[in-house]
């Protein structure tokens, strides 16, 4: 393929409010080359993508597409320089047609600027047929499935004259079928001298249709190799690093069940979720995004309603009660979203510590504002949550202070269960510890933790057992004393330790 | 001890200053100026009994919207309650006579003389006040103290700031809201009962425009549409700079379709305002 690279990325580095999430990235793309790049979740791949599509600005680096250098990179710069980010979530006009949405902002006009309509579907037509793809350009895109949408955007992006093709999880929503039209989709790209960068979990697709690959691990380039040198070990190996050494918890004090799911089952969404919470016990729930793992845990918190199953709290059952009632039997659900449904991010520290205990700081209908500031002091004290006065709204609060106040909700409630996804994320070194600290010191009172986490590291230290689950099932339970990162990381991604 | 005083009434003090709208206020004050200069009337112990007269029938129904909104709700339908309330009040004083909308039951015509102790209502003074305005001072307590020490508005705060957080934290969401528009309801009808003893009748189209009066006093005094934040003193000075502006544009003979144009302005600047105080 000759020297000559489409792309040259050299020392790329971001951070996020203080938080490096990429340090030094260096990445090359040649023409007509397929190059994946793998990590676990948080490892930076979304971050380097979307600095590559002009999303994110970069702290520092080099990006040069076809020797010409881009100090500055914005959506519509990256766009002219020929790199196209195909996201999982579509970038179409819903009601217009598929030739329409391939040709958008540069259809051909007539006098007057009218549609020059013939002409349009002609070219969208040479175009799909280019792509060997059978689709009718007159098709409103919002009567497509997502796999021909997906196609519609790849053709889009031939269209714009695309050199660079970058896929997010390309195959996340699509069956077998559908992954074998999209691989015929890329060789037809291959062959037009397109580069594709290829983001995906799926070591499996990574075999197939990459070239080369790129390991990320914490914001860090680990290895770069052609894909026929290396095997999915090698891989696994490198995502997963070094074994650290783990301080694991004690079991110690865990004894009874005290919630328990039986065969808990959505259609379509999960199935065949057992599992046991012990008092004292924290237990962590790992996946990769998309198995359904959010969903489980909001089900199993009496959110979400589920088709079969039981779901019993001290050999009571909560399905059919109302959230209100389910909180009064102990347990709580502490969301990923702080901002959209953790939070009112209107309310005072106290408004918010409050809010799902109002009849501890109240007298029949009346509010006793001195006990609800009594007891907000009392947990900004123990938690140590960082804000001007209680009366401080929420929003102006850093992440992991906006994490606490969500704890301190429901500690203030009493709560027996706390069912909590992703505790730490966005939150910064000292805060997570002051989270774990308090993780902890709620299990030594015996209640029980159940925590969804992307961060093997945090599920290593914090918990007991870790279940994996994958496509919406649960497919091993770990002891955490028994059981390595790449083990969990390999249940995650549907490849056992040990077998080739 | 007296320094801790002290404190403690700076904090009231400046507790207010937040819970008013300083813009809206420095408005309100050069308002006031420039009418005062400009008609001697506008100052005299009549002429402001007689702006507080005016804006109670509005104040009233505006303390209620402002609950409603703080809640995230919003009511369209409060002109046309005030008159069909009005006109059904008006029939049944007259002799009892079965409901229906306004006008289908007036054919259009405006029930008037309806009786010395309905116009008690509002005719009467307590001393030099009119009791309506006692009414209206009532009332916008009352929704204080709802809004501040008790559980009903405290949840009205929260739905409006995030429904969905507030029915995470196991609050019965769909109850309150319903709950939220019947008190607005009420206050609505309180108000056309109170508008209708004033003018002594019963007209069909009498409610007509209250509804974007009521939600602008409600946005000029700090409420956002959205809901969430919001309290009845923002709302009260909405309430008596439309007043006042309605008054004073009388005094100056302004035309009264430049009332619009006006009360409109200055709903575009209150909204400017705020948003720049947001950022």
Redesign the interface.
């Given at each position: 393929m000759g020297e000559n690279n489409i792309l040259k990325i050299k020392n790329i580095s971001k951070s996020f409010s203080g938080v490096r999430v990429l340090s030094d990235i260096e990445f090359d793309l040649k023409p007509g080359e397929v190059h994946a790049i793998v990590g676990e979740n948080g490892a930076g791949k979304s971050t380097l993508i979307k600095i590559l599509s002009g999303a994110y600005e970069r702290d520092s680096g080099n990006i040069m597409v076809d020797d010409a250098s881009y100090s500055v990179l914005t959506p519509r710069i990256a766009q002219d320089a020929g790199i196209v980010t195909i996201y999982q979530e579509r970038n179409l006009v819903p009601h217009l047609s598929v030739g329409e949405n391939i040709l958008i902002g540069n259809e051909p006009k007539g006098l007057m600027g009218t549609m020059r309509w013939k002409e349009l579907f002609a070219h969208a037509t040479e175009i799909l047929k280019n792509l060997n793809l059978h689709l009718d350009p007159q098709a409103i895109v919002s009567t497509l499935g997502s796999a021909e949408q997906q196609a519609v955007e790849i053709a889009k992006a031939l269209y714009k004259k695309a050199k660079i093709v970058i896929m997010d999880e390309p195959t996340a929503s699509l069956t077998r079928d559908e992954i074998d039209n999209l691989f015929n989709l890329i060789e037809e790209l291959k062959k037009k001298g397109v580069s594709v960068i290829y983001i995906s979990h799926r070591l499996d697709e990574i075999f197939r249709i990459a070239d080369r690959v790129t390991v990320l691990r914490d914001g860090l380039k680990v290895m770069e190799r052609g894909i026929t040198d290396i095997n999915k070990d090698i891989l696994v190996k490198a995502m997963v690093g070094e074994e650290l050494t783990i301080t694991h918890v004690e079991k110690v004090g865990i004894t009874d069940v005290l919630y328990e799911a039986r065969a808990v089952r959505r259609e379509g969404v999960f199935e065949n979720i057992h599992l046991e919470l012990h008092r004292g016990e924290i237990v962590g729930i790992s996946g990769m995004v998309g198995s359904g793992r959010t969903e489980v845990v909001r089900a199993l918190a009496g959110?979400d309603e589920i088709d079969d199953g039981e779901l019993l709290l001290n050999g009571e059952e909560i399905q059919g009660k109302?959230?209100?009632e389910?909180?009064?039997l102990g347990i709580c659900?502490v969301?990923e979203d702080r901002d959209?449904?953790?939070?009112?991010?209107?309310?005072s520290v106290a408004?918010n510590t409050t809010?799902?205990s109002?009849?501890k700081i109240?007298r029949g209908?009346?509010?006793k504002?001195a006990i609800e500031r009594e007891l907000s002091e009392i947990f900004v004290k123990t938690l140590d949550i960082q804000a001007k006065s209680i009366n401080q709204e929420v929003r102006y609060l850093s992440g992991g202070n906006r994490q606490k106040v969500m704890v301190a909700?429901w500690l203030c409630r009493g709560i027996e269960v706390f069912i909590m996804d992703e505790p730490t994320q966005g939150v910064d070194v000292g805060a997570r510890e002051e989270i774990h600290r308090i993780m902890k010191h709620l299990t030594d009172e015996g209640k029980t933790i159940l925590m969804v986490s992307s961060d093997l590291d945090e599920l290593m230290n914090m918990s007991h057992r870790i279940v994996v689950m994958r496509g919406g099932r649960i497919v091993q339970i770990l002891n955490t004393a028994e059981t390595t990162r790449e083990e969990v990381l390999s249940f995650a991604i549907g490849k056992s330790v040990g077998q080739q | 001890m007296p320094s801790e005083n002290q404190s403690a009434s700076s904090k009231v003090f400046r507790s207010i200053i937040n819970i008013q709208q300083w813009g809206i206020i420095i408005v309100l004050i050069l308002l006031v100026i420039i009418l005062g200069i400009s008609s001697p009337v506008f100052l005299s112990a009549r002429n402001i009994r007689n702006i507080l007269q005016q804006v109670s029938t509005l104040g009233i129904l505006s303390m209620g919207m402002t609950v409603l909104m703080i809640s995230g709700g919003i009511d369209l339908s409060v002109g046309s309650s005030i008159s069909v309330v009005a006109v059904i009040v008006g029939k049944l004083l007259k002799a009892g006579v079965p409901a229906g909308y306004p006008i289908i039951i007036t054919e259009g015509y405006p029930i008037t003389d309806l009786g010395d102790k309905f116009e008690w209502i509002g005719g009467a003074t307590v001393g030099k006040v009119p009791f309506i305005v006692i009414l209206f001072f009532t009332v916008m307590l009352i929704c204080f103290f709802i809004l501040k020490y008790t559980r009903l508005g405290r949840k009205a705060y929260a739905i409006g700031g995030n429904e969905y957080t507030t029915y995470l934290a196991g609050i019965n969401v769909r109850m309150y809201k319903v709950i939220f528009y019947m008190f607005c309801g009420f206050l609505t009808g309180l108000a056309s009962l109170v508008l209708s003893s004033r003018i002594s009748s019963a007209i069909p189209t009498m409610g007509a425009g209250f509804e974007l009066q009521s939600i602008g006093a409600v946005v000029i005094g700090g409420t956002p549409l959205t809901g969430g934040r919001g309290s009845v003193w923002g709302t009260l000075t909405g309430v008596l700079l439309l007043g006042i502006i309605a008054n004073g544009l009388n005094l100056l003979h302004v035309e009264a379709s430049w009332q619009y144009v006006v009360t409109g302005v200055v709903i575009i600047i209150a909204v400017i305002l705020h948003e720049h105080r947001a950022q």
């Open positions: 959110i109302s959230l209100e389910i909180i009064k659900f969301p959209a449904i953790g939070l009112i991010s209107s309310m408004g809010i799902a109002l009849p109240s209908p009346l509010l504002l909700k | -």
